[in-house]
Structures are given as C-alpha cells and as structure tokens.
C-alpha cells in the first residue's frame, strides 16, 4: 500500500565517508518528500522514501538505512509508532531517527516515550538546519553510537555497559538527570543557543561529578535531554545530588540572554520559557528487561520513587 520508492542518485555522500550514506525519508506530503529527496540526493546522499509508516517500518528493516526523517503524521500509523516499531527490530533498534514536528504539537512527548529519538526539527524547518542536524546524527552514527554528537559524551551502548556493571556492583549507584523545557527554549533561541545549553550542561555534569568526589565518574548522554550519571553508593550518591542540584540552578541564568533573564520575559513580552532539571537516583536493580535502556528511560520520566 502506499506510495514507497527508492531513488539512488548521487555517488558520493558529504559526510567523511567512501561509500554513500543512506537516508529514508518518510514523510506522506508528496512535495515535502520530493524536495527533501531531491536535495539530499544532490548532496551525495542515496535518498529511500516512504509515504506510510507501516511501508516505512518493512522497508528500513530491509535496507538498513544510516538515518530515518520522520514525520509524526502519516496516514496509517504514526511517527511515534514507526520509531517505536523500528526501536524494537535488531536491525534497526540503533538507527538514528530524525522527528518532523508541527510547532503546535510540542515534542515532549517524545522524551516520554521510550523511543530513544536522536533529534528532531519542527516544521516549517529550515532545510539548513535539517542538513545540520542530519550531518550530527551521521558522524554520531559513523563512531557507532558511541558518543553524542553535541556534547562529545558517551552514549546508549556506554550507558547499556554501565548499566550492567551498576547491576552487578552493589557499591555503584546511578544518578539521572533530565532537562525540561528545551523545546520551547530552543523555540525561543534558535538550535545554536540551544545546542549551547546542551554542551554546557554536560561540562557542568562533567565537572561536578568529579570535584565532589575528587575522582573521575562515568557521565553519559541517554537522550537528548536526559543524562546519567555513575557514583559510589551511599552518601557519595546525595553529595553529587546535591552539587548537581547547586551548580545546574546557579548556571541557569548564563543560558539566556541577560536582560530576558533580569526582567523575565523577553523583548515581545512574552515570559521566557524556564528549564527544569530532575536529579534522582534510579534503583537499577529493579531492572528486569536486557540492556535496560527502555527501563531507564521509563525511571527517569517516571515519578519519583
Ligand atoms: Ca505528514
């Protein structure tokens, strides 16, 4: 069913790489879809394209696509259900997926949901920043996932690895940390500013987990905007918790421009959108699932236990 063709033009893809890298795009509006093909296949790119989810699921499966563009509307299932689908297939369960927002929609429903998105853009997008944000998501994808393309930190395979030895190492805690209100930030300051808050909130992860207890410790990107973070147990756990809690809410303010912060709303009046940070300790032990990403995702969106 549905409209699905593969197109392979073009030979050599921008990105660092010898062989092409290959983008399905799925995306049901026929000239978004043409354009988005066209101009990715003028870059080097090989362009696959499907108009509905299902079609998009069955196709990625078989050809293993570096990167997916997804849009949330489709006329079968929707965008969060194709990610979902591909979140449980092997094959593509590590494929990076790029979301195709409406504005209106917000995207935080797409850190509640386990779908471990890479990043999203909203329409109507800017096709620079789409080939920005494409580009991050293929060198993330070309060192294997291993760290994030924005803030350099390791990442889901890491974080899996972590989680195992937290698991078998009573004497090891992890500590999660989940930013709110970045959508709308970023909204309000563009993606430049808002990649900006990203890598300093990891310095500031970095930095604090280990002047606290003056030794190094693992901090790791889940998602976009969830982080984890390895301690010793015990005490060791609420001293970082506490230094995260100090350092994260005295930064906030250097995030914004100066006199949006004194006067709390910004030049058209409007209040600036604030961000959020949730620090808690996630009893890992109560994972139950193989590699437990998805259960850490579901302990740091959940309530507090
Ligand atoms: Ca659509």
Request: charged letters at 25%.
């Amino acid at each position: 069913m549905g409209l699905s063709n593969e197109s392979t033009q073009g030979a050599a893809a921008e990105d660092d790489r010898d062989d092409p890298c290959h983008i399905l795009i799925v995306e049901d509006e026929v000239s978004t879809a043409e354009m988005l093909t066209a101009y990715f296949s003028s870059l080097g790119y090989q362009v696959s394209h499907a108009g509905w989810g299902q079609d998009a699921v069955n196709l990625a499966t078989r050809i293993q696509p570096d990167l997916v563009v997804l849009d949330i509307h489709l006329p079968d299932i929707d965008g969060y259900e194709v990610c979902m689908q591909l979140r449980n297939q092997p094959r593509t369960e590590h494929t990076p997926v790029i979301f195709l927002t409406e504005r209106r929609e917000r995207v935080d429903r797409l850190t509640g949901l386990e779908l471990g998105a890479v990043d999203y853009i909203t329409k109507p997008f800017d096709v620079q920043e789409l080939r920005f944000r494409v580009r991050n998501a293929l060198r993330r994808s070309s060192r294997e996932t291993l760290l994030h393309p924005i803030t350099g930190l390791p990442t889901t395979l890491l974080i899996e690895e972590e989680i195992a030895r937290v698991a078998r190492h009573p004497e090891l805690a992890m500590i999660g940390v989940t930013i709110s209100g970045m959508p709308e930030f970023s909204d309000a300051y563009g993606f430049l500013t808002h990649d900006d808050v990203l890598r300093a909130v990891a310095l500031i992860l970095r930095n604090t987990a280990t002047e606290s207890l003056g030794a190094e410790l693992f901090v790791g990107q889940l998602d976009l905007y969830q982080y984890v973070i390895v301690t010793p147990a015990g005490q060791d756990t609420f001293v970082v918790i506490g230094r995260l809690d100090e350092r994260l809410n005295e930064a906030a303010s250097f995030f914004y421009p100066h006199r949006d912060w004194e006067r709390g709303t910004r030049s058209d009046g409007t209040e600036i959108p604030r961000l959020g940070f949730d620090i808690r300790l996630v009893d890992v032990a109560s994972f139950t699932a193989p590699g437990g990403l998805n259960a850490l995702r579901q302990a740091l969106m959940g309530p507090r236990v």
